[in-house]
């Protein structure tokens, strides 16, 4: 029983991934570089991970200053 719902919850992870994958690819704009990330070392995930806080973080600061914290706005580089 432990496998089948194992193995229902690895094809429902898949098939979402598939379904993310093809967001990325169709959104202008969008990193198509991001679109395997699960494939990526802990190392390399923690990097990106920590660009994204970033760009959230300035997000958060717009807000507080009265500004929209839409757009597509360029991803931080690496410090």
Same mark, same amino acid.
Request: glycine share 4%.
């Given at each position: 029983?432990?496998?089948?719902? %194992?193995?229902?919850?690895?094809?429902?992870? +898949?098939?979402?991934?598939?379904? &993310?994958?093809?967001?990325? *690819?169709?959104?202008?704009?969008?990193?198509? $570089?991001?679109?395997?990330?699960?494939? &990526?070392?802990? *190392? %390399? &995930?923690?990097?990106? *991970?920590?660009?994204? %806080?970033? &760009? $959230?973080?300035?997000?958060?600061?717009?807000?507080?200053?009265?500004?929209?914290?839409?757009?597509?706005?360029?991803?931080?580089? +690496?410090?």
């Amino acid at each position: 029983m432990v496998f089948l719902i %194992q193995n229902t919850q690895n094809r429902d992870t +898949e098939a979402l991934q598939i379904k &993310l994958d093809e967001l990325i *690819r169709v959104t202008k704009g969008a990193h198509n $570089a991001l679109m395997d990330l699960e494939e &990526l070392e802990d *190392r %390399q &995930l923690e990097r990106i *991970r920590a660009k994204y %806080q970033k &760009l $959230a973080m300035l997000a958060r600061a717009e807000l507080v200053k009265g500004n929209v914290d839409t757009g597509r706005p360029k991803v931080p580089d +690496e410090h």
